[in-house]
């Protein structure tokens, strides 16, 4: 009995693979990217509490904020984009080995304390908060359990909308 040689994969088998491969990605893809949308009325909506909407961020980042309408919000590898035609505005979080957000913000290797202008300490929802400006870009740096959660736009126009959104945090461990 003669055996049979084995035979090379022919170019559709690829193509069929190729394809098949691409799909696996996209599914991935939407799986591990969540995407919510808050309906839009205008670019830079009022920020009256009848026009937002809670956004409940995954296990990994922990917080609940009130989005305006208009905005389109997106969480991906541990950060949050919240965006609308005017701009954007940007949440992402890293943990602390201090007790505090002022030694954390003076850690030497960074030393953003000394860098940001304008700066106002403030207590939000019972969480330690600063606030300040490294050049046009406003930040907010909050607080909780060993994370130091960074909130930021260098869009001017929404600088209320970042204010509103600070004032809305919730740091919701576990829940």
């Not at 559709?12 to 696996?24: A, P, Q």
């Not at 995954?58 to 917080?63: A, E, P, Q």
């Not at 208009?70 to 609308?84: A, D, L, P, R, Y």
Request: a positive charge; proline letters at 4%; aromatic letters at 14%.
């Amino acid at each position: 009995m003669a055996k049979k040689a084995a035979q090379k994969p022919s170019s559709k088998n690829w193509y069929l693979w190729g394809i098949g491969f691409l799909l696996l990605v996209c599914i991935v893809g939407f799986w591990k990217f969540k995407k919510y949308t808050v309906p839009s009325s205008s670019s830079v909506p009022s920020n009256s509490a009848s026009q937002t909407k809670t956004f409940r961020s995954s296990d990994v980042m922990d917080f609940t904020i009130e989005i305006p309408e208009g905005f389109e919000v997106e969480e991906s590898m541990g950060s949050v984009v919240i965006k609308n035609l005017s701009g954007q505005i940007e949440i992402s979080f890293i943990g602390s080995f201090y007790t505090n957000l002022d030694d954390h913000l003076s850690d030497s290797r960074n030393n953003l304390l000394k860098k940001l202008t304008d700066t106002e300490k403030m207590t939000i929802n019972q969480l330690e908060v600063r606030k300040g400006f490294l050049g046009k870009e406003k930040n907010y740096f909050i607080y909780a359990q060993t994370r130091v959660y960074f909130l930021f736009t260098n869009a001017p126009v929404l600088y209320p909308v970042l204010d509103s959104i600070v004032n809305s945090f919730q740091y919701t461990p576990n829940e």
